[in-house]
């Protein structure tokens, strides 16, 4: 029986210590009559809050591929019983308001109507959406029904016909939550910012600032305005709250007249993100509201606040509920047991509880009492489940088996009832045969006896790489925190890629969401992630193509590969600019440092001195003129000596002639 109570608190864990894979669950409108919850296999169970039993089961055709993303409950259907002949008017139908269709949001993007009443599947609501659907709320009158999913789309069903009324754009990302105003005219939508639409017009009534991360809780918690001053239009003076993935806290928002409520007016400070939340409105203006808030870590806050107005510091839950078994045996320890939803009653004055796991989970009804700031409530669950199992089996006939045979029964709730054999008078006899010097041989000695030596293996820390994946597997199959870390801190590459090499198919995806988690933390763990994320991708690609619901299942690792990378640019801006002032401010650290120093000269070089080069200067140009005024005088010397050769030619010329002339 240890082994069974072991199983079940290893199975609770992983239901919500897994953050992101916490599975869907709802309690009936009006009056938490009834619980409807996913489980890991992809069935929808439907349980009797009062007596926990098991009311309606459905394992829709397409469960593992299409599995279930939301779950939302209708209005409650009027049912009349009376008298099947014709009625006297003294004789007046009994009424009674009974839960019929819960609306089922898929992976694929369909929505599945299933009738608790008739117990089978009504209508399926096809062609709306391509991709996950995050939400779904109904209207009202139970007319229409409101979706949103990945495919940033807002989709109006009719309920009746099945078809889509009306479908437009959201926001630019995907539409994480939505919620209906309480006269169904409006509509609150959130994917990261919260906006309010006319459902008439579906025009955009008002935006608000909303959260950094992804909405995932979303609710009016407010029928009434506060205060009375101007006249009543049905939203104006309204308050709802908003939550969001990895985010510590609740936001309060309201509808103001003058266009001035893009901030909270208060928040309620939380230990994790928030899971489920369940709000008891107030009837008049001087009682507080209730609120119960569900942590990813399994605690329960309780707050209690009269709303009106801002607030400007955020407000402690006034009380805290946890849940852990005793640890009175020597055996066992003391282990808290997760609280996976919470709803008020409709006198306000209870609530119940949902703890335990998925697959059988335990539903109690306790009373509220916010006057102690921490209440710790001790269950022992191997108690309570095996009471459950041993009323399901009271139905069942014992086989008659021999002493001498073992009967071995699966650890699963429902099947985990020993079978206490019948002894008979042959198996008495047998046993008085027997004498006390047989004994059954120890593992030891067994394996001595096959020639094995025990003694030479030793444990050398980590076993090597052909056991790395077997250790993964047992890890993420049991969520066990200690040998994930053994395993995924290792760093060389090789041992990395032969232990994804020989990691099972059906690991792979379970693998993925542990780094998606782990990349979240510490940027050293990121870095570290990264290698193992590589190595996943590139040799399981093949089998990772094949999936038809791949993209809800890296949805979240998606989101975060995306932005990151929006702030690489932003970083790296930053990183230069700071570069740029580090090396401005060290540059004139330097020149400081410089002009402090002497600045006497090691070397000098003196050349020769200006009026030496001048009277150079002017001797040359001396030099030069005299030699110009030379040239000129022997031109002028040789022209005078060549005339003197003329005249004397002329005047021997004339004297011949003049002796010719005498002689004739």
């Known amino acids: ?69 939301c779950l939302a409950w209708g209005p409650n259907r009027v049912d009349k019983e009376g008298p099947q002949r014709k009625k006297r008017k003294s004789e007046a139908a009994v009424s009674t308001e009974q839960p019929d269709l819960l609306a089922i949001g898929t992976a694929v993007g369909s929505i599945l109507l299933y009738s608790t009443v008739k117990g089978e599947l009504q209508s399926r609501l096809d062609g709306g959406h391509d991709s996950r659907v995050n939400c779904i709320r109904w209207h009202q009158d139970g007319t229409y ?200 009653c409709p006198d306000g004055q209870s609530l119940m509880l949902v703890y335990g796991s998925t697959l059988h989970p335990i539903i109690e009804s306790l009373a509220l009492n916010t006057n102690e700031k921490h209440i710790c409530l001790v269950r022992d669950i191997q108690k309570s489940v095996t009471l459950l199992t041993e009323q ?19 650890g699963v709730p429902g099947h985990s009832a020993a079978i206490k054999p019948l002894t008979t008078d042959k198996g008495k006899r047998s046993d008085k045969r027997k004498t006390d010097t047989e004994k059954e041989l120890s593992i030891e000695e067994r394996l001595c006896a096959i020639d094995l030596d025990v003694m030479k293996v030793k444990s050398k820390g980590l076993p090597k790489t052909d056991s790395h994946a077997v250790l993964l597997v047992q890890g993420l199959e049991s969520n066990d925190s200690d040998i994930l870390n053994k395993v995924l801190q290792t760093k060389k590459d090789g041992p990395i890629k032969n232990t994804v090499s020989r990691l099972p ?11 998606t988690k782990r990349m979240l933390g510490h940027p050293n763990s990121a870095l570290l992630m990264v290698r193992w994320l590589k190595a996943v991708l590139t040799l ?62 090691k070397l000098v070089y003196e050349e020769e001195s200006s009026s030496e080069e001048g009277s150079e200067d002017m001797v040359a140009d001396e030099s030069d003129e005299n030699w110009e005024e030379e040239e000129e005088e022997e031109k002028e010397y040789v022209e005078q000596s060549d005339e003197p050769d003329t005249s004397e030619q002329q005047v021997n010329g004339d004297s011949d002639m003049n002796s010719d002339s005498e002689e004739e």
């Open 145 to 344: 029904l409101y979706s949103c999913a990945d495919d940033k789309h807002i989709v109006e069903w009719e309920t009746q016909t099945g078809k889509v009324k009306c479908k437009w754009k959201g926001d630019k990302g995907s539409v994480s939550c939505i919620c209906t105003s309480p006269d169904g005219k409006m509509l609150l939508t959130a994917g990261r910012t919260i906006k309010l639409w006319d459902l008439e017009t579906k025009n955009m009534y008002r935006q608000f600032t909303g959260h950094s991360s992804a909405v995932s809780v979303l609710m009016f918690a407010t029928v009434q305005p506060s205060s009375e001053s101007h006249p009543f239009d049905g939203i104006t003076g309204l308050y709802f709250l908003s939550g969001a993935t990895d985010d510590r806290l609740l936001s309060v928002w309201q509808v103001r007249a003058d266009g001035k409520d893009r901030n909270a007016v208060l928040s309620f400070t939380l230990h994790d993100e928030p899971a489920y939340v369940d709000i008891a409105l107030s009837e008049s203006k001087d009682e507080p509201v209730k609120l119960a808030v569900v942590c990813r870590n399994g605690q329960l806050h309780l707050f209690e606040h009269i709303l009106n107005g801002f607030c400007r510091k955020p407000l402690a839950p006034n009380s805290t509920i946890q849940i852990a078994t005793s640890g009175k045996d020597e055996q066992s320890v003391a282990v808290p047991v997760p609280i996976l939803a919470a709803a008020f």
């Open 505 to 515: 198919v059906h690991a792979v995806i379970p693998l993925l969401h542990e780094l």
């Open 392 to 410: 399901a089996v009271t139905k069942i006939r014992t086989p008659i088996v021999p002493s001498g045979t073992k009967v071995l029964v699966p």
């Open 540 to 601: 399981h690609s093949s089998y990772l193509s094949t999936l038809p619901d791949l993209i809800p299942q890296l949805g979240m690792l998606y989101q975060l590969m995306e932005s990151r990378v929006k702030t690489l640019q932003k970083l790296t801006r930053l990183h230069g600019k700071l570069y740029l002032l580090i090396a401005q401010v060290s540059s004139s650290e330097k020149m400081q440092n410089m002009g402090d120093a002497s600045q006497t000269a």
């Open 1 to 69: 029986m240890r082994n069974t109570n072991t199983w079940l608190l290893v199975a609770m864990a992983s239901d919500v210590d897994a953050r992101g894979l916490m599975f869907p669950c709802a309690f009936s409108s009006k009056r938490p009559d009834f619980l409807a919850l996913s489980s890991p296999d992809g069935r929808i169970r439907v349980w009797d809050s009062h007596s926990g039993s098991l009311r309606h089961e459905y394992v829709p055709s397409a469960h593992l591929s299409a599995s279930c993303t």
